[in-house]
């Protein structure tokens, strides 16, 4: 058993404090420390904490996975906005180079579009090019190739104009750091063994937030770099319900390290320890019911993005206590954290 103890030595004569005074009037002796990120709390809230945990199943346990959002190694290149994706559109020579095209330049949210149950796209898009492209799917090309850039050249002739503006930098990427050698026109990290994942509806999340923002984001939308998804065979609305509860919010406010006045509940090393109950025969009634709020809130957000839900999601709020079995005490000690 570890034991965590501070003693005051003197009273800061300056500022009259008295430290002793106040450690020993607010002062908490930690028991259970360990290697993981450490646990600051009463023992109330450390026996919540234990309780959620034993309750529900880590995320990591889940058959999900969480990815990051595409690295495009130059933003100005790969991000544009909706200006210039007419312009490109425009300069396509046929109807056939126009669809290709934009088939290739896909919405994409930042942080700061991810809100509580919505989000709010900046009309903003990114040039989706994986490495070797628009040859990625062949698997005898090795390295930089010249013969997919003659096939983009080709196929794609407004984008390639349009990226040529950036050849010099985009050629410079990491080479004296890691030694790979990009494709020039190829994003810096396709991400192809989970792209198609941006093809199907998933929730997603800001790295760095202040309180629990997320929403789910429809197929077809792209992430920027400092954003995550959650990928895999999942309720999507229940996993929206819960990571967007005061319980949760909560539980990584406490195991997670604060940087400035945001909390670091993107990190991935926290976010997959987040424990959801599992769903079976003795809670299917409370999920149908945070399902069908969840589908409520949806609704009025597409709708209003500005619409006031709190009422619904006061009452998921409930739900989801009853899902953790927590007792009026417990609650209490949730409610007054997250005024």
Same mark, same amino acid.
């Given at each position: 058993?570890?034991?965590?103890?501070?003693?005051?030595? $003197?009273?800061?004569?300056?500022?009259?404090?008295?430290?002793?005074?106040?450690?020993?009037?607010?002062?908490?002796?930690?028991?259970?420390?360990?290697?993981?990120?450490?646990?600051?709390?009463?023992?109330?809230?450390?026996?919540?904490?234990?309780?959620?945990?034993?309750?529900?199943?880590? @995320?990591?346990?889940?058959?999900?996975?969480?990815?990051?959002?595409?690295?495009?190694?130059?933003?100005?290149?790969?991000?544009?906005?909706?200006?210039?994706?007419?312009?490109?559109?425009?300069?396509?020579?046929?109807?056939?180079?126009?669809?290709? $095209?934009?088939?290739?330049?896909k919405p994409i949210l930042r942080g700061r579009?991810?809100?509580? =149950?919505?989000?709010?796209?900046?009309?903003?898009?990114?040039?989706?090019?994986?490495?070797? #492209?628009?040859?990625?799917?062949?698997?005898?090309?090795?390295?930089?190739?010249?013969?997919?850039?003659? *096939? #983009?050249?080709?196929?794609?002739?407004?984008?390639?104009?349009?990226? @040529?503006?950036?050849?010099?930098?985009?050629?410079?990427?990491?080479?004296?750091? $890691?030694?790979?050698?990009? *494709?020039?026109?190829?994003?810096?990290?396709?991400?192809?063994? =989970?792209y198609p994942e941006f093809e199907k509806e998933?929730?997603?999340?800001?790295?760095?937030?202040?309180?629990? *923002?997320?929403?789910?984001?429809?197929?077809?939308?792209?992430?920027?770099?400092?954003? =995550?998804?959650?990928?895999?065979?999942?309720?999507?609305? =229940?996993?929206?319900?819960?990571?967007?509860?005061?319980?949760?919010?909560?539980?990584?406010?406490?195991?997670?390290?604060?940087?400035?006045?945001?909390?670091?509940?993107?990190?991935?090393?926290?976010?997959?320890?987040?424990?959801?109950?599992?769903?079976?025969?003795?809670?299917?009634?409370?999920?149908s019911q945070i399902e069908a709020l969840v589908?409520?809130?949806?609704?009025?957000?597409?709708?209003?993005?500005?619409?006031?839900?709190?009422?619904?999601?006061?009452?998921?709020?409930? @739900?989801?206590?009853? @899902?953790?079995?927590?007792?009026? *005490?417990?609650?209490?000690?949730?409610?007054?954290?997250?005024?």
């Open positions: 058993q570890h034991r965590l103890q501070a003693v005051a030595i $003197t009273e800061n004569k300056k500022n009259h404090i008295d430290l002793a005074a106040i450690l020993k009037r607010d002062g908490v002796v930690l028991n259970r420390l360990s290697a993981d990120a450490w646990f600051i709390g009463s023992d109330a809230e450390q026996q919540l904490k234990e309780k959620i945990e034993r309750i529900g199943k880590p @995320l990591k346990n889940w058959d999900v996975n969480i990815y990051r959002g595409i690295l495009t190694g130059l933003n100005e290149a790969f991000i544009i906005d909706s200006d210039k994706r007419q312009e490109i559109l425009d300069n396509c020579l046929d109807e056939d180079e126009r669809r290709r $095209t934009e088939a290739i330049i579009d991810i809100k509580r =149950y919505y989000y709010k796209w900046a009309g903003l898009w990114v040039i989706f090019i994986p490495w070797h #492209f628009p040859l990625h799917n062949d698997t005898s090309i090795q390295g930089a190739s010249e013969k997919a850039e003659n *096939e #983009f050249i080709r196929q794609y002739p407004s984008v390639y104009n349009h990226l @040529l503006n950036y050849k010099e930098s985009l050629s410079k990427r990491n080479k004296e750091e $890691t030694g790979i050698r990009y *494709e020039w026109y190829a994003l810096q990290r396709c991400a192809a063994t =989970y998933k929730v997603v999340y800001g790295q760095f937030q202040d309180k629990a *923002e997320y929403a789910i984001a429809g197929k077809g939308v792209f992430l920027s770099s400092n954003e =995550y998804m959650i990928g895999g065979n999942y309720n999507k609305n =229940y996993f929206l319900a819960i990571l967007n509860s005061k319980l949760i919010q909560w539980y990584l406010r406490n195991i997670t390290g604060v940087m400035g006045e945001k909390l670091k509940i993107g990190q991935k090393s926290n976010f997959i320890k987040i424990p959801i109950p599992t769903i079976d025969i003795s809670n299917q009634s409370i999920v589908d409520t809130i949806l609704a009025e957000k597409k709708e209003n993005p500005k619409a006031n839900t709190i009422a619904w999601e006061n009452e998921i709020d409930r @739900l989801v206590y009853q @899902l953790y079995e927590l007792t009026d *005490e417990e609650i209490e000690i949730i409610e007054k954290n997250n005024t």
